[in-house]
């Protein structure tokens, strides 16, 4: 299975959360491929700068390789299929609405701790 973690999710593994479940644990390390997008980059980094969270942008760009993890990035033919998603659940969180269109391109399951996610179909996985 190859994998896509969304941010909570890759945030949760670098920081070794007990927020990530031991099934989520056991299909990461299990995973032929674990990739991190770069929309979850710029993610931690507007938040970071905005205050909603505490990270150090530069640590995270680094713990991608360190983890082991492949660097995704974003593509026109993402941004072709965000433009054919649908509204589900009226979810419009850009970042979110990139990942799911990255799962659906590459194909990659996309781990996520938003269950509205769930909506969008068979690569949905949540934690």
């Known amino acids: 299975m190859r994998i896509l973690l969304d941010t909570h999710v890759f945030l949760w593994v670098v920081s070794d ?15 032929a491929e674990v990739f991190v997008s770069v929309a979850s980059l710029w993610e931690i980094s507007i938040k ?3 205050g909603k969270i505490d990270a150090d942008v530069e640590a995270m760009a680094c ?7 492949y660097e995704l990035p974003v593509r026109a033919s993402h ?11 009226g979810h419009k969180d850009p970042f979110d609405r990139l990942l799911v269109a990255q ?10 701790a938003d269950a509205h996610l769930a909506a969008y ?6 934690v």
């Open 103 to 112: 799962s659906m391109v590459e194909p990659l399951v996309l781990l996520t």
């Open 79 to 89: 941004a072709v299929q965000v433009s054919r998603l649908p509204l589900l659940n």
């Open 63 to 69: 713990a991608i390789q360190e983890s082991g993890f």
């Open 17 to 31: 959360s007990p927020k990530l479940n031991q099934t989520a644990r056991t299909q990461i390390e299990n995973a």
């Open 121 to 126: 179909g068979g690569l949905i996985r949540t």
């Open 48 to 50: 970071a700068v905005t």
